[in-house]
C-alpha cells in the first residue's frame, strides 16, 4: 500500500573520523534551512545507518549529526519528488580537548538504554498535547482509536516523572499535558538487566514523561453542563491537582442519557483538553436496554513517597472512593419459542416492567513498596485494601402467558425486594527477590548459595461480608384447562447471610535450576438464615420449606512443583537469536465441600482429589532490527465440580409453570484437558506488522446437560451427566498494520477473527438431542489520521452463529443468526477552534424469520473559544434517523426468543464546557 504514494528516501552510514569505527546511536536531525523546527529525526541503529523517509521535496535542507565526544556535523541537501538519496559514509570528528566539547541537547538521542527525544526540538501550535508530539517522532505510531505502539510494539503504560498520572489509562497524560510543559519523552525496556541480557530482543516498552523544572506543579479539569430536548440532561466536573509528590482528583457526573460511568479513569480520559475523537467509551448507550439516569461523585489521591523521576523506585500509595446511584428502568415485550422432541408448539409471552434503583460505595486504598529491603534481599510489596457498601431496590412486575402442547398457564407476578451487601476485601502480593537480585533463568552465579539463589512469593486475598435481602412476591397462577391447579400466592423473604473466604499462595523458585515449589489454599464459610412466611387468609404463616439454616464450607488446598529449563538458547550478536524453553507443572487439588442444612435433602459432603499436570514448549526466533515469530505449545489438565444447588436447590413454587429439579444423584467431577498452540509474529520497525494466532481444543468427560421435561402442569428441568467425551474447538487471528501514506497520514487496520465448533447435548422429554454448534465472529478496524487534526474510522463487527440437530429428529431445532454492526465515524479539528464528530451505526440482525435493520446517526459540532481555547460550546444531535427501536432476540439450546424494550431514542442536546489548566507555579 505504501508503493502507491510519493516517497522521499535519504540514507546513510556514520563513522568515526579519527579510527573509521561506526558510530551507534548518532542523532539525526533534518532541518529546512533558515528554520529551527525540526521536520524529521532519527537515530543510527547498530551498523551505524540511518533512514529518514516522506522528507520534504524541493527546499533547502539541513542535516544535522550530533553524538557526545565529537563534534557537531551538518550536510546540506535539496530533494525531488519520489528521490532516493544514498550519502554514503559521512565522517563525525572525535573532540581530542575535552574541554572544547559543548553539550548540545539533540533531538533524539540514547541514553544508556533509554531513547530520549528532546521535546523542545518539536515546534508545534501552544495549544498543543502530548499525543500531538508522540505523532512527530520516529519509531511512534498513534493509533486511531488511542493506543501507541514503538517500533511495531504496543506500550501499554505512560509515566509522568517516573509515577502513574492520575490513573492507568494513557489517554488521561497524553490529551491533557501541555508539549511546552515537556522536557523529553523516554522510550525504555522495562524488564531487568538480567532479562534484557538473556532476552535482548523481546522488548516491553513503557514511556516516561519528563516535565521541566516547576512544571510539576500543575492542575487540569472539566466542567460540562448540558440540556437537551425530551427533558435528557447531562453535566460532569473534574479537577485535578498535581504537586511533586502528589497527586489528586475530585469528580462528578449527573445524566440521564445512558452513559453508565464506572469509574474515574473513564470520565478523566473521556473529558481531556485535546477531546477523545473518535473513540469514546463514555457515550450515550443506544444499545443498553432500558434507560438509565445516574449520579456518580469520587475522589482519588495519591502520594508518592520517593519523590524522585525514577520510574524504578516505586514507593506509592493510591486512594479512592466512589458512590453511584443508579436508576433503571426497563419495559419489555417478548416472545419465546420452545425446542421440542417432536412436532409439537410450545411457547410463552412475557410483558414485565423493571424499575431498579442502585447506591453502590466503593473506598480502595492500595500501596506499592519496590525500594525496601528484607534479610538483605530486595523486596516488591503490593497491597489492597478495598471497602463497599451497596443498596439495591427493586421491583418488577410481569404478566407470563404460556401455550404448551398439555397445558395454558398465565402467571402475574410482583415482586417488590430491598438487598443491603456489605464488603471488606484485603490483599497482598510480596516478593522476595534472591540476594544478587539476579532472577532470570539460567542467569544466576553458582558459586552462589542455593538458599541465596531462591526468591520468594506470597499471594493472599482476603473477604469478610454480609448482606440482607428482604422481599416480597405476589403471584396470581391460572391454569385455564384445570382450574383447580388456580392459585394465588402472597410470600415475604427475609434472607441474612455472612461470608468469609481467604486465599493464600506460596511459592519458591530457584532459577539456576529452575525448579519452583508451591502451595495454595482457599477456604470459605457462608452462612445464611432464610425466613420466609406466607400470607393466607388473612394470617401469616412460616414456609417450612423454605425457611431454613444453612452453613456451607469448603477447603481447597493445592500443593505443586513445577520445572522451567531452556532446552536452547542461542544468540549471535547483531544478527539473530533463538530459544526453546521447557515448561513443566505438576499439581495435586484436594477439594472438601460440606454443606449442613436444616432442610435435611441438602445436608451433603463432596470430596475429591485430583492430578493435574501441566506442559508447556515455547520457542521464539529474533532476526535483529527485522523481526521476531514465536511458537507455543501447552497442554493441561484441570476439573470442575458440581455446586449443591446444582444437585440439591430450593424449590420455590410461587411460579408453579416451571420447576428446576436438580440433579436425582450425585455427580462426577468434570474433567477438562486442553490442548492450545498459539503463535506470533512481530516487526520490529515503526509502520510494520505483527499478527498472532491460536487454536485451543477442550475435551470434556462427564460433562453436565440439561434435561427437560413438558410435564401436564409445568416445564421441569433437571441436569444430568454425559458418559461419553464432549470436545469443543476454537481457533483465533489477530493482524495489526499502520500503513504510512505520506508525512502526515496514516491508515491503521486491525483484523480479528474467532472460529468456534463444540457438541452440545441435552434431553428432552427423556430423548437425547445432539446439537453441533459452531459460530464465527470477525472484527475489522480502520482508522484514517491526517495530520491529527481528520479522523476516519471504519469498525465493522460480525457474529454469526449456527446449531445443527445430527440426530435429525426435529428440523425445528435447526438454527442459525446473523447480527453485524458497523459504524462510520469522522472527527476533524477546524484550525483548532471548530470541531466536528459524526458517527452512523449500522445494526442488522437475522434469525430464522426474524429481521431487523436500524441505522442510529449521531453528529455533534463543538467550538472553543478564549485564548487557551479553554471553553467549549457543542450541540449534539442524537439518533437523527430515529431507527432505534430496542429489537432483540436470543437463542439457546433449548429456547428461541424476540422481542423489544424500551431504550434511548432521538434526542438533540446543547453543552458547556470549560477546561481550567494551568502548568507551572504561580507567578
Known sequence: MNNCFSQTKVQGVIIDSANNNILRAVSVALFEEGKSTVEKVAITDKYGKFVIEAAPVDKPLILEFSFVGYGLTRKALKLKKDEFRDLGQINMPFLENKLEEVEIIAPVRMKGDTLEFNADAFKLDSNAVVQDLLRKLPGLVVWGDGAVTYNGKEIPQVLVNGKPFFGADMGIALQNISKNAVQKVQVYDSRTKEIKDQDPENHKYEMNLVLKDGQDHLYFGNLSIGSGTKSRYQGQLNFNKMTPKSQATIAFSSNNVNKDLQNIDQLLKNSTFKGVGINSDFNSDFLREGTLKQSVLGGRFQYDFAGKNNINLKNLIVSDVLAKNNITLIKNESNTTLLNSDNMDNSRMTNSENKNELKDYQANVSYNNMVGNLMKRPINLQTNLNLRKSKEDNEQNSLSKYNYSTNQLENNIKNHSLFDSDDLGISASMILLNKSNRNALGDLMKKEDFWDRIFYQLDFKGNVGENRLDARKENNHINHLDTAQNKIVDRTYTEKGKRKNAFIDLSAKENLIGVEFGVNLYVSDQNNRNTIYDQSKGTTVLNEDLSHLSDNKLIKLEPRIGFQKYLWNKRLYGRNSSSFLLKSKIGFRNYQEKNTSTLDYRNLTLKYSSFLPDLQLNYRYTKTSFYTKTLNFQYNYNEDYPLVNTLRPIYDNINPAYRYFGAGRLLKKTGIHLFNINGTYEEQKQYGYNASFGITYRSYENSQIDSLVYAKDQLQAYIGQLDNKVGAISGDLNINKPFLINKNQTINVKLDGNLTRADRYQYIDQE???????????????????????????????????????????????????????????????????????????????????????????????????????????????????????IYFLNGLTEFTNGSRNILTSYYMLTLSYFPRKFGKKD
Do not use: C, H, P
Open 768 to 886: 437425547l438431542q445432539y446439537m453441533k454448534v459452531n459460530s464465527q465472529s470477525v472484527n475489522l478496524n480502520l482508522y484514517y489520521t491526517a495530520n491529527s487534526v481528520f479522523q476516519i474510522g471504519w469498525t465493522n463487527g460480525a457474529y454469526r452463529y449456527e446449531r445443527v440437530d445430527k440426530l435429525n429428529k426435529n428440523s425445528s431445532n435447526n438454527y442459525n443468526s446473523l447480527t453485524w454492526r458497523s459504524t462510520y465515524s469522522m472527527a476533524y479539528v477546524l484550525a483548532t477552534r471548530w470541531a466536528f464528530n459524526s458517527s452512523l451505526t449500522d445494526l442488522f440482525n437475522k434469525s430464522k424469520d426474524f429481521k431487523n435493520n436500524a441505522l442510529i446517526w449521531n453528529f455533534d459540532v463543538s467550538y472553543r473559544t478564549l485564548k487557551g481555547n479553554n471553553l467549549e460550546i457543542k450541540l449534539s444531535a442524537n439518533d437523527l434517523l430515529k431507527q432505534n427501536k430496542g
